[in-house]
């Protein structure tokens, strides 16, 4: 099988996706050759930087404006409208296709199922489309009718996507793709005792790191003041300034040294600047120096990982924004949730889908949202119910699913 995957990178899910079916493939069928692209950056560099950078903005510093942008995109004249800007950019990947001469093209992003889609409703590719979509609600960017079949990520997504015009047979609500670790369970009691951290007491793990420093260590800091016996652990990713605001906290030189960080974020982004500041390296010094003055709450804090998965398996919640894939993840660790900072949009919906099947709660940054967690930790029965919740939503053949379908529609094309 030759199969293209094309996605994008506006957020980090897409390409997770991609990559989780990739894996699959390779590991199932050896011969197989399965090549992903990020379908905006080999178009246009500087249209892809605009795009990702564009996002990035609009959701952490205007999201409301991106609210508008959503909603207002959501209906068959705006995708209209988006359709006749990609079939003028859509062309540049026909060299691609042409070239690497696919027997399967799947997408993972709208950009990427509107470019495919467009090509082949203009004849210029006879090849099977198979397009997954990595949110828990359909939004009218990645209808297409060009495109065979569609994979979603829950049954509640069929009767608006069939209202949107897309026929019932084409909807497969197999879930998600991820990693297949996340189904594989791990021993919690040998994991946290290799971390130092105690199997008896409750582990809150907390990730987001993407999305800004603030909220995320004010949700950190009011967690230590809570009145309760809990560990946690942080991940922040990439998150440099989030590390070190948090290990400022942990290292008891949080006056001293992450409000300080804080304040002078040019430093964060020229790096010249800030290894240069005699004041930012005394104080970075004082608190790597003092190691014994650890809060309250014993915590880990995690840097970029490729082990989410053990992390997510030892947590008894999790705090997090929701993402579809970050969620789905949650879900396939039976995870409860605890979810913050919902981007408007799909984000919301994400939430709206969780805390409705009883998977999540929500919380904001202020006081409440310790108590919050405090109060779910308390309430043993409730958080079991969620855990269960979590474990009925169970979408651990999505990727053999997904992969039967592959191969049927590459077999249909041939006959």
Known sequence: MRIIILSASTGGGHMRAANAIKSSVNQKYKNSVVEIVDALEYISPIL??????????????????YRVIYNSSNNKLATQLISNINSLI??????????????LIITTH???TEMAGRLKELGKINVPI?????????????????????????????????????????????????????????DKNIILK????????????????????????????????LEYDLQIIVITGRNQALYDAIEGVVYGDDNNFSEFFLKHRYMRKLKVFRYASKEYLKR???????????????????YFTNEVDKYMQVADIIITKPGGLTITEALACNLPMAIFDAIPGQEEENANFLVSNNMAVRLDSGKNGAEVIKNLLDNRNKLEFMKYSCMIFDKSDSLDNIINLMVSLIKDKSE
């Not at 009218?140 to 019932?168: C, F, L, S």
């Open 284 to 302: 970075r010094s004082k608190f790597r120096r003092d190691t014994k003055t650890l809060k309250k709450k014993e915590t880990r804090i995690i």
């Open 110 to 112: 709208p950009f990427s």
């Open 90 to 103: 859509s062309k540049k990947l026909l060299s691609l296709l042409n070239e690497f001469n696919p027997d």
């Open 48 to 65: 892809n930087k605009t795009v990702t950078e564009g996002y990035t903005h609009l959701a952490k510093r205007s999201p409301s404006v």
């Open 130 to 186: 198979l397009c997954i979509m990595t949110d828990y609600a359909p939004h009218h960017t990645w209808i297409n009718q060009n495109i065979d079949e569609y994979v979603v990520a829950n049954d509640d997504m069929v009767k608006p996507m069939i209202e949107m015009g897309v026929r019932k047979e084409k909807i497969h609500p197999f879930g998600i793709p991820i990693e297949n670790a996340f189904y594989t369970p791990r």
């Open 194 to 225: 290799e971390m130092g951290l105690n199997p008896e007491l409750p582990t809150v793990l907390i990730m987001a790191g993407s999305f800004g420093v603030e909220n995320i260590l004010q949700i950190y800091k009011d967690i230590l003041g």
